[in-house]
């Protein structure tokens, strides 16, 4: 299938004042699934014997084949060397057939200081690149997926340009891609029969062209894998329920994870962790070896909030795009560099305002 010659460098120009501008926040919803499914992977980890084999199974499906991947040498290791990884979110439902990455992250990790960082990029965001085409940054994995050349692995080929245009973007080499869709989040909730959570208003909203049909009843309930979905989804309604704000979504997305985390450490919960671990295979693909994928586990097993450092990048919106602002990009860039030399970067005390104030 043929696609669009690349348009022409486009030179920068600034949305015009008389236009209303609005800061556009990346989908909390999405960076929270990001968190989520790392969350799973690392608490499978810990475990030993047959849940250790189950996990070996998963990775197997996870991580990139065996045969293609180079041994790792000592000093390239997760426990020495600082790595970077991109983490793109697909929207995929085969209702609609969309590849689309509403999510696009970039995370660098430093085991000399055990900290992290995370820049999100607004999924409307014209990256804005010489050489590539004007288009929405969420459209750029989808276009390269249909580029590749017959018999090749479009998914490796699409990662691999990925990981070359953030590179480009951000001024560091970014070693590693994965991709997870929204199915991932369901399918783990169905692996461990459900969750209890509270559920704090009614919440009605339908959509024909993908299938969405949210139903929930405010109160205590056990919610299925659609269910959780549509509840920390749920924004809008057009049947005459409350809408929500991105605050109650946050809350809800804190509540079930707290939930999934609570039923994963029962004894029920973990009879059913190599279910979990299938989920998880199904719905990720990386090109992370899987000897690497172990020894990040090693190195970060122990990491916490206040080792993380969350950077969303801000800017205007110009329709079609997301105009970034310049210093919050250069802070970014400056970030994730930081993060990546040897020593890494002191973190601040947890009581620290700021601190707390970048976890947001």
Do not use: C
Request: overall charge neutral; aromatic content about 8%.
């Amino acid at each position: 299938m043929s696609t669009p010659a690349p348009l022409p460098p486009r030179t920068r120009t600034k949305p015009q004042a008389t236009k209303k501008k609005t800061k556009r926040r990346p989908r909390r919803f999405l960076v929270f699934l990001f968190s989520f499914l790392i969350v799973v992977i690392v608490a499978l980890a810990v475990y030993v014997g047959d849940l250790w084999r189950d996990t070996n199974a998963a990775l197997e499906d996870i991580a990139l084949p065996a045969g293609s991947a180079k041994p790792i040498a000592s000093e390239d290791r997760a426990q020495v060397k600082p790595l970077s990884m991109l983490l793109l979110g697909t929207d995929y439902r085969k209702e609609t057939g969309s590849m689309n990455t509403d999510v696009v992250m970039v995370i660098a990790m430093n085991p000399n200081s055990n900290t992290a960082t995370v820049v999100s990029i607004p999924r409307d965001t014209n990256p804005e690149l010489e050489g590539y085409r004007t288009q929405k940054i969420n459209a750029f994995y989808a276009g390269f997926h249909r580029k590749a050349k017959e018999g090749e692995d479009a998914d490796a080929y699409a990662r691999s340009k990925m990981r070359e245009m953030m590179s480009e973007f951000f001024g560091i080499p970014v070693d590693y891609a994965a991709v997870v869709n929204f199915q991932g989040f369901s399918d783990v909730i169905n692996a461990l029969g459900g969750v209890k959570v509270y559920v704090d208003q009614d919440m009605r909203y339908t959509d024909s062209a993908d299938g969405t049909d949210i139903n929930l009843k405010k109160g205590d309930q056990k919610l299925d894998g659609k269910e959780a979905l549509d509840f920390v989804r749920y924004r809008k309604s057009n049947h005459g329920t409350a809408a929500s704000s991105d605050f109650d979504r946050n809350d809800r997305q804190s509540r079930v994870l707290a939930a999934i985390i609570d039923k994963m450490k029962s004894v029920g919960g973990a009879t059913k962790l190599g279910n979990v671990i299938g989920a998880v295979g199904d719905n990720m693909r990386t090109d992370i070896p899987k000897d690497q994928i172990i020894n990040m586990l090693k190195a970060y097993y122990d990491i916490n909030k206040e080792q993380v450092r969350f950077i969303p990048l801000e800017g205007v919106w110009d329709s079609p795009y997301v105009y970034l602002n310049d210093e919050k990009l250069e802070e970014a860039k400056q970030a994730l560099a930081e993060e990546l030399t040897t020593e890494g970067r002191k973190v601040q005390a947890a009581a620290s305002p700021s601190a707390s104030d970048s976890k947001e």
